[in-house]
């Protein structure tokens, strides 16, 4: 475990900190590495200083907090499941949060608020998607997979709802927001808060994962409380999935393509995999996100549609090689 933790922390900690800096220097409006240090000390250029510390940089750590959240809710909900393909968007998480989210949006409530409506939205279809897929017996790749895809199409169905009945002139910033938009995460600190706190709480509990991940009756045989660990998996799972719905939308694939590229690196050790995942999750969302914006600049792409383009042939390669 020690020498897969300094690899995995040698790897992604650098890694981590370049994708920030690429971030923060690429865009319509290239800026030279050598004139970040300068924004630091005051003497960089009021346009840059102006980009880095009013656009990008709030951006790009929101973009760093939401990849890291979709990365441990993915790699959490694996374990629960054990199965490689679980996913906070395959399974109507995702769906059921944006719900919430738009509900309590066009309703006028405070962020506060948004934030509550998308928990309770992700649990829910929490509760509905694992409920109906375990029905009387165990889950299974196909029952667990079938249902989260008609789980998603019914969210699917509601958010269409919503947005035929919604204002024209709000109707653009919804769509694009339920694609995937970081452009309006201006205020990080919460998303920072929920992902430092789930990482620092779930790390102790890492050999209990361990354990659960070669499944319940092994897990109940070795003395863990199987259905309290379940359920605060359920909840974290939600609570990150909502909060990563509200700072950046529905973005998807993160947390299927993040911990399994992971495993086959660095082992399942959830000790390793776990903080792995926030670090390579916030990695490969600031990167996404950066190109989604530099693709076609100065125009800008959703980064959902950037993480959709990495994470289809992932997930079919997956299933093709679960049959």
């Known amino acids: 475990m020690t020498r897969s933790f300094l690899l995995a922390a040698g790897v992604l900690l650098p890694a981590s900190l370049l994708s920030l800096v690429v971030a923060l220097a690429w865009g319509s409006v290239a800026i030279p ?3 970040l240090p300068r924004v630091l000390t005051g003497e960089a250029s009021a346009l840059h200083a102006t980009l880095i510390t009013e656009l990008r940089l709030p951006r790009a750590l929101a973009a760093f907090a939401a990849g890291g959240l979709l990365g441990v809710a993915g790699a959490l909900m694996q374990v629960l499941l054990r199965n490689p393909l679980a996913d906070p968007y395959v399974l109507g998480l995702s769906g059921g949060a944006s719900v919430g989210a738009l509900l309590a949006m066009l309703a006028g ?3 506060f608020s948004v934030s509550a409506a998308a928990f309770a939205g992700a649990m829910l279809s929490t509760l509905i998607v694992f409920g109906l897929a375990h ?3 165990s889950w299974t790749a196909t029952r667990l ?8 199409a019914g969210w699917g169905a509601l958010i269409s709802f919503l947005l035929a009945v919604s204002p024209t002139a709000e109707l653009p910033g919804m ?5 995937g938009d970081v452009s309006h995460a201006r205020h ?5 808060g929920v992902l430092v706190f789930v990482v620092l709480a779930a790390m102790p509990l890492g050999r209990t994962l361990n354990v659960l991940a070669r499944g319940p009756m092994q897990a109940a ?3 863990v409380s199987v259905r309290p660990v379940e359920w605060s998996i359920y909840i974290a799972a939600s609570l990150i999935t909502a909060t990563a719905v509200t700072q950046v939308g529905a973005v998807g694939f ?3 393509i993040v911990p399994h590229m992971l495993r086959l690196v660095f082992g399942n050790d959830q000790r390793v995999i776990l903080p792995a995942s926030a670090l390579a999750g916030g990695i490969l969302l600031t990167l996404a996100d950066t190109l989604a914006r530099t693709i076609i600049a100065p125009e800008q792409l959703p980064v959902g549609v950037i993480t959709a383009m990495l994470g289809v042939p992932a997930f079919l390669f997956l299933l093709y090689r679960s049959r």
Do not use: D, F, I, K
């Open 254 to 256: 993160v947390g299927l």
């Open 188 to 192: 990080p600190g919460p998303a920072w």
């Open 145 to 152: 997979l079938l249902t989260g895809v008609v789980v998603a």
């Open 175 to 179: 769509l694009y927001w339920l694609m």
């Open 33 to 35: 590495l050598g004139e």
């Open 135 to 137: 029905g009387t017996g």
């Open 109 to 111: 409530l405070s962020m």
């Open 221 to 223: 045989a070795l003395g």
